[in-house]
Each structure stands twice: as structure tokens, then as C-alpha cells.
């Protein structure tokens, strides 16, 4: 949203509010549900005196506070002990991996509280609450559970009548709290969810357990394999598979199903080899070696991988990862099919995964949409027809603006490796791939541009089944968008254009960067950082080559429409056909099919 300027001169005062949603139990105490008896708790786990009843399924208690203000909003138990907050955002890595995890930082002042809001049996209590101790301490004594837990951070003006849905709110989870007891009062750091995809958090597929119950030689055939384990359903099919395979040692073995024995986990529909085109040598195994189970992602398109790797692996809720639907609409809109194939046979950070993924796929980029509450997905792509993009002028919005040129971004030659032989061989190995596609933009490496290679290695394991002319088309649009030198510039605006977020486009017209004749221009920009939490609002973002090189092709309805009599907005959105020299009628150079 975008804050009413008008409310605003009319003297409306800014206030933060931020929300702790804690567990609560459902049961009222001493009723037939909680069975409890003697001094009542306060609905915490941690205070429960009969632990065998309580349920907090879908119950919280909201703890409410705010920056102090002169006239408080009334209805919403908000307690006036906010300090301060600072604000460090996450950011988008364009192609090159997930970006930054956001985080913000609250600390408030500790205050004596009457606990009205807090304990629902605070009337029942013989001693005032005032007189026993101060807020915080006694909210972490009652939820020592916090960590996890969710944070909402609003931000907004004071005005009648007041509403929460008229602020902007952004949310996160409870990592840590400090200073309890101390002057300065306590501080809260909370982190986006973007944190459950930690190198340390998040593995997938998981370590199994099994050992193999049986041994095997070099030559034995097998219809099945019993393993023993005390987890037997490790080895059940992931929803996304109907084939799936173990690794033990440097063999993979391929299998259908699963059988519950005593024990253990019989393997069935046993095949002695890697499924699709991979190839693993048969080895000898005795009891007791390890039996670790494979994820096998066949011919899959890179939105359902990289959600099916978030839910699964960083067990995400489902709710924040659209990968079905938003995800999977943009990705077909704007790349085709261009599906995926690989067999992960070994424990590996989802991280690192979707980071792969989303280099080897022209994705733009992953990362935690803090307003909307999901996890934001975006593919290199021009603006679309008709998509709203804001001027970003001198004039009118800008407070500052540094420009940076962005030369460790450049890649004017792309050495893509793909169709792996053996997964269970280190990625970087450039031996064990059938074969390398070398996409170079001879203009960039030219003398009269950068004069040398700026050289990207990209080792395909996502692209076990790929074509030689998707691998192509891949890195011919990545060397295209980015064999250039393209700048970065860091805003601030006002408060008033706060509605831009992260992967937004807006059109920069500065004199910090202008034309060759020195007049103002405007250029396509794409925001890869977003800072709302200062007087000011702070923007990043990277120059967007994707616009001036690439085009749709125009429909119909565009027939006999030229270079010469099209609008800005088409030329910005459509291939037209360009002179022999590569140019367009007026100089501009000509764009590619996207």
C-alpha cells in the first residue's frame, strides 16, 4: 500500500506495532477438558498442570505492542513499551543462488504490566500483578517457547478510525530474545522464513537410517532387498516419484515399493541399475553398509522441484510455497517447458539445490515476500504488456541516488556441462558429463567492449535428460542479459513510494545516469532490495538488460504496427523485424525472440 499523503499533513502520528503470537491452551482451567485443580495457570505449556489434556491446536495469544503515541488506539491491547526497530532485508541474487535472509531487530523497554490480555485468570489472583515484577521476565518464564514462533511487524499512521488492515504488515519468526533484566530492556531478533532453508536446517533427501540385512556380490540378482531399520517409512516413495533408488557405496539401485518386516523395510521391483540414462557400476556390499535412499526428480518442471524441495526438505508450510499455481503460470508464460531431470543420491543442502536450479533454468530468483506472506519466485523476463511500472524521477520521488557499476555480474562467455553419467560422482567433474555446450557474445568480448572473457562454469546436474538446443537456448539467454556491464543503484525515496517490493521493475530517470548527450533518460530497472523500515525507504536495484535485448513475438492484432508507428510500451514489450545491419530504423539495435 501506499500511505494517503493528506492523513498524513493532517498531523496523523506513525506508529509501529508489532505482534507475538504465542501457544495458548484451549481448555478454560478446572473445566472437564483441562482436569486441573489448585491455583489456576496462565493457558501456557509451561505453566500447565495437566500436560496429558492440553491442546493449543489453533489457539494463540497475541501480544501486542507499539511506539508510543499521544493518543493510543483503543481495542487492540497495545502496550506502549516499542523503542525502536531495526530493519535488515533480505535481497535477490539474480541467477546466481537465494538471496540474504531479512531479519529485524525490536527492543523495548521492560514496565510494570497489570497483565489484563496476558492472564486469563488474573482477576483470581490474590496478589496484584503489578507488584509482581515487570512484563518481559514474566512473559519468558510463562513462553519459554518462543523461538519459532510467529512476529508481525506493522507499519502505519495513527488516524480515525483506526484499523489494522490500513498499515502495511510484514512477517517472520521468533529466533531469539535477550536482555531480560537489564536498563536497556530486552531485544527480540526475529529472521523471514527464508532461515528454514540454512545449509544447517535443511538436507534433503534425509539421512537414512537402513543398513543392508542381506549381502550382495558384484553379479548376484536380486527382486528384492531387505534393509534394517527402526524408521520404515524412510524409504517410501516420495509424492512426486514412482520410481525411486537407494545408494550404496558407488551403486545405485533402483526399486517400486516398500514392504513393512519384522525389523525392518523390504525393497521390491528391484532393478540393478540407475534409472534413466545414468550409469553406476555393480559392486559388491555386506551386512550392515549403508542403504541410502535417492530422490529422483524425472523430466519435472523447475517451480515443482524447487517447492517440493521447500516443503520437503525445509518443511515450509505448504500455504507459503505457490509453486502449483503463481510459479508455475510465470514459468510456463515465459520459458516453455523446459523440465528438469535429476537423481540426488546423497543428503545435500536444499540451499545449495534450488540455488542450482535456479542458475541453470533463466530463473530470476527465490526469496521471502515478507508482505505477502510466501515465497516469491520470478524468472528473467522483460516487463510484461501492460504491467504498472513506476517512474522513479529526480524530480518527484528521489531523496539520494549512488550508481555502482556492477562488473563482477558480467558473464559474456557460458561453458554449460549437462547429461551426467554417474550421480554418485562429484558434480564438478567434468569427465563424468557426456557432453558441454560453449556460448559465447562475441560483441562483449570485442576491443571495443570489455576485450576479455568474463567465463561462468556451469555444471548441469539438473539437466541429466536436457536437448543440446534447450542447453543452448539456457545460456545464450544468460550471456545475453548479462554480457554487459550493467550498473546497480541505491535509492532513497519517501515515504509515499514505499508500494515498490522486491523483483518489482520501475523506469530510473536521473541525472546520475544520463544519456550520451547528457540529457535525462529513462532506464528499465528490476529491485532486488527492498528497505521500509526507516524514515526513508531504501531501494536496490539492478539495471534489467532483459528489455532491451528480448522480445515477444506481437499477436495479431499488432499486424502492420512497425518500429516507426509503434508506442513505447510496445517497442519496450515486442520483437520487430530489424534492418540487415541488426538495427532498428531510428539506430536502436534489435532485440531476440524470447
Same mark, same amino acid.
Given at each position: 500500500?501506499?500511505?494517503?499523503?493528506?492523513?498524513?499533513?493532517?498531523?496523523?502520528?506513525?506508529?509501529?506495532?508489532?505482534?507475538?503470537?504465542?501457544?495458548?491452551?484451549?481448555?478454560?482451567?478446572?473445566?472437564? /477438558?483441562?482436569?486441573?485443580?489448585?491455583?489456576?495457570?496462565? #493457558?501456557?505449556?509451561?505453566?500447565?498442570?495437566?500436560?496429558?489434556?492440553?491442546? +493449543?491446536?489453533?489457539?494463540?495469544?497475541?501480544?501486542?505492542?507499539?511506539?508510543? !503515541?499521544?493518543?493510543?488506539?483503543?481495542?487492540?491491547?497495545?502496550?506502549?513499551?516499542?523503542?525502536?526497530?531495526?530493519?535488515?532485508?533480505?535481497?535477490?541474487?539474480?541467477?546466481?543462488?537465494?538471496?540474504?535472509?531479512?531479519?529485524?531487530?525490536?527492543?523495548?523497554?521492560?514496565?510494570?504490566?497489570?497483565?489484563?490480555?496476558?492472564?486469563?485468570?488474573?482477576?483470581?489472583?490474590?496478589?496484584?500483578?503489578?507488584?509482581?515484577?515487570?512484563?518481559?521476565?514474566?512473559?519468558?518464564?510463562?513462553?519459554?517457547?518462543?523461538?519459532?514462533?510467529?512476529?508481525?511487524?506493522?507499519?502505519?499512521?495513527?488516524?480515525?478510525?483506526?484499523?489494522?488492515? /490500513?498499515?502495511?504488515?510484514?512477517?517472520?519468526?521468533?529466533?531469539?530474545?535477550?536482555?531480560?533484566?537489564?536498563?536497556?530492556?530486552?531485544?527480540?531478533?526475529?529472521?523471514?522464513?527464508?532461515?528454514?532453508?540454512?545449509?544447517?536446517?535443511?538436507?534433503?533427501?534425509?539421512?537414512?537410517? @537402513?543398513?543392508?540385512?542381506?549381502?550382495?556380490?558384484?553379479?548376484?540378482?536380486?527382486?528384492?532387498?531387505?534393509?534394517?531399520?527402526?524408521?520404515?517409512? +524412510?524409504?517410501?516413495?516420495?509424492?512426486?516419484?514412482?520410481?525411486?533408488?537407494?545408494?550404496?557405496?558407488?551403486?545405485?539401485?533402483?526399486?517400486?515399493?516398500?514392504?513393512?518386516?519384522?525389523?525392518?523395510?523390504?525393497?521390491?521391483?528391484?532393478?540393478?541399475?540407475?534409472?534413466?540414462?545414468?550409469?553406476?557400476?555393480?559392486?559388491?556390499?555386506?551386512?550392515?553398509?549403508?542403504?541410502?535412499?535417492?530422490?529422483?526428480?524425472?523430466?519435472?518442471?523447475?517451480?515443482?522441484?524447487?517447492?517440493?524441495?521447500?516443503?520437503?526438505?525445509?518443511?515450509?508450510?505448504?500455504?507459503? %510455497?505457490?509453486?502449483?499455481?503463481?510459479?508455475?503460470?510465470?514459468?510456463?508464460?515465459?520459458?516453455?517447458?523446459?523440465?528438469?531431470?535429476?537423481?540426488?543420491?546423497?543428503?545435500?543442502?536444499?540451499?545449495?539445490?534450488?540455488?542450482?536450479?535456479?542458475?541453470?533454468? #533463466?530463473?530470476?530468483?527465490?526469496?521471502?515476500?515478507?508482505?505477502?506472506?510466501?515465497?516469491?519466485?520470478?524468472?528473467?523476463?522483460?516487463?510484461?504488456?501492460? +504491467?504498472?511500472?513506476?517512474?522513479?524521477?529526480?524530480?518527484?520521488?528521489?531523496?539520494?541516488?549512488?550508481? #555502482?557499476?556492477?562488473?563482477?555480474? %558480467?558473464?559474456? &562467455?557460458?561453458?554449460?556441462?549437462?547429461?551426467?553419467?554417474?550421480?554418485?560422482?562429484?558434480?564438478?567433474?567434468?569427465?563424468?558429463?557426456?557432453?558441454?555446450?560453449?556460448?559465447? $557474445?562475441?560483441?562483449?568480448?570485442?576491443?571495443?567492449?570489455?576485450?576479455?572473457?568474463?567465463?561462468?562454469?556451469?555444471?548441469?546436474?539438473?539437466?541429466?535428460?536436457?536437448?543440446?538446443?534447450?542447453?543452448?537456448?539456457?545460456?545464450?539467454?544468460?550471456?545475453?542479459?548479462?554480457?554487459?556491464?550493467? *550498473?546497480?543503484?541505491?535509492?532513497?525515496?519517501?515515504?509515499?513510494?514505499?508500494?515498490?517490493?522486491?523483483?518489482?521493475?520501475?523506469?530510473?530517470?536521473?541525472?546520475?545516469?544520463?544519456?550520451? &548527450?547528457?540529457?535525462?533518460?529513462?532506464?528499465?530497472?528490476? !529491485?532486488?532490495?527492498? &528497505?521500509?523500515?526507516?524514515?526513508?525507504?531504501?531501494?536496490?536495484?539492478?539495471?534489467?538488460?532483459?528489455? $532491451?535485448?528480448?522480445?515477444?513475438?506481437?499477436?495479431?492484432?499488432?499486424?502492420?504496427?512497425?518500429?516507426?508507428?509503434?508506442?513505447?510500451?510496445?517497442?519496450?514489450?515486442?520483437? *520487430?523485424?530489424?534492418?540487415? #545491419?541488426? *538495427?532498428?530504423?531510428?539506430?536502436?539495435? @534489435?532485440?531476440?525472440? *524470447?
Amino acid at each position: 500500500m501506499s500511505y494517503d499523503s493528506d492523513k498524513v499533513k493532517a498531523g496523523a502520528q506513525r506508529i509501529d506495532i508489532v505482534q507475538i503470537d504465542l501457544g495458548a491452551c484451549l481448555w478454560t482451567f478446572g473445566d472437564s /477438558n483441562c482436569g486441573a485443580t489448585g491455583e489456576p495457570c496462565v #493457558n501456557s505449556w509451561q505453566s500447565c498442570k495437566a500436560p496429558q489434556n492440553y491442546d +493449543e491446536t489453533g489457539n494463540v495469544l497475541t501480544v501486542s505492542i507499539c511506539t508510543p !503515541v499521544s493518543k493510543l488506539p483503543a481495542g487492540f491491547g497495545l502496550i506502549p513499551c516499542l523503542d525502536s526497530i531495526s530493519f535488515d532485508p533480505g535481497d535477490v541474487t539474480p541467477d546466481d543462488g537465494i538471496g540474504k535472509v531479512g531479519s529485524v531487530t525490536i527492543k523495548a523497554s521492560d514496565l510494570p504490566h497489570d497483565d489484563v490480555g496476558i492472564d486469563p485468570y488474573v482477576s483470581q489472583r490474590a496478589v496484584s500483578a503489578l507488584k509482581r515484577g515487570t512484563f518481559w521476565p514474566r512473559l519468558r518464564a510463562r513462553w519459554p517457547y518462543y523461538q519459532g514462533r510467529a512476529l508481525r511487524w506493522y507499519t502505519g499512521y495513527v488516524y480515525h478510525p483506526f484499523d489494522l488492515a /490500513n498499515l502495511k504488515c510484514r512477517h517472520y519468526v521468533i529466533e531469539n530474545m535477550s536482555g531480560f533484566g537489564g536498563k536497556a530492556g530486552v531485544s527480540i531478533k526475529a529472521k523471514d522464513p527464508l532461515i528454514l532453508v540454512d545449509e544447517k536446517r535443511a538436507i534433503f533427501p534425509r539421512k537414512s537410517t @537402513g543398513k543392508l540385512a542381506t549381502s550382495m556380490t558384484d553379479v548376484s540378482v536380486h527382486t528384492t532387498l531387505d534393509v534394517t531399520t527402526s524408521e520404515p517409512t +524412510e524409504y517410501d516413495l516420495y509424492p512426486f516419484e514412482t520410481v525411486s533408488a537407494v545408494r550404496m557405496k558407488g551403486e545405485v539401485v533402483q526399486y517400486t515399493g516398500t514392504t513393512i518386516i519384522t525389523g525392518g523395510i523390504r525393497l521390491t521391483g528391484i532393478t540393478r541399475a540407475a534409472p534413466g540414462a545414468y550409469v553406476t557400476e555393480k559392486e559388491a556390499h555386506d551386512i550392515g553398509d549403508d542403504v541410502q535412499k535417492c530422490a529422483w526428480f524425472d523430466d519435472m518442471s523447475p517451480p515443482e522441484i524447487m517447492g517440493r524441495l521447500l516443503i520437503l526438505g525445509a518443511e515450509a508450510d505448504a500455504a507459503w %510455497v505457490p509453486y502449483a499455481t503463481t510459479w508455475q503460470t510465470l514459468y510456463s508464460f515465459w520459458l516453455g517447458s523446459q523440465n528438469l531431470t535429476r537423481l540426488v543420491c546423497d543428503p545435500e543442502p536444499v540451499r545449495q539445490q534450488i540455488s542450482d536450479i535456479l542458475l541453470q533454468s #533463466n530463473c530470476w530468483g527465490l526469496w521471502w515476500d515478507d508482505v505477502a506472506q510466501v515465497f516469491g519466485f520470478e524468472v528473467f523476463r522483460p516487463a510484461a504488456l501492460g +504491467e504498472s511500472v513506476p517512474v522513479i524521477d529526480d524530480g518527484k520521488n528521489i531523496v539520494n541516488v549512488i550508481i #555502482n557499476d556492477d562488473t563482477n555480474n %558480467v558473464i559474456n &562467455d557460458c561453458v554449460f556441462w549437462y547429461s551426467q553419467i554417474d550421480p554418485t560422482k562429484a558434480k564438478d567433474d567434468t569427465t563424468n558429463y557426456r557432453d558441454g555446450e560453449n556460448t559465447v $557474445d562475441p560483441q562483449s568480448i570485442s576491443p571495443v567492449e570489455l576485450g576479455s572473457t568474463r567465463t561462468k562454469n556451469i555444471f548441469g546436474v539438473w539437466h541429466a535428460a536436457t536437448p543440446a538446443a534447450t542447453v543452448q537456448r539456457i545460456s545464450e539467454r544468460l550471456v545475453t542479459a548479462r554480457g554487459s556491464v550493467p *550498473f546497480v543503484v541505491e535509492l532513497e525515496l519517501h515515504r509515499k513510494d514505499d508500494a515498490i517490493e522486491t523483483a518489482g521493475f520501475i523506469d530510473l530517470q536521473t541525472s546520475a545516469a544520463p544519456s550520451i &548527450d547528457g540529457t535525462t533518460q529513462i532506464i528499465r530497472m528490476r !529491485v532486488v532490495k527492498a &528497505d521500509h523500515g526507516g524514515r526513508l525507504v531504501k531501494y536496490t536495484a539492478r539495471q534489467d538488460c532483459m528489455s $532491451d535485448r528480448f522480445g515477444l513475438i506481437a499477436p495479431d492484432s499488432m499486424r502492420g504496427t512497425t518500429w516507426a508507428t509503434a508506442t513505447d510500451e510496445q517497442r519496450k514489450t515486442y520483437v *520487430f523485424i530489424a534492418d540487415n #545491419n541488426g *538495427f532498428y530504423s531510428d539506430g536502436t539495435p @534489435g532485440k531476440r525472440i *524470447f
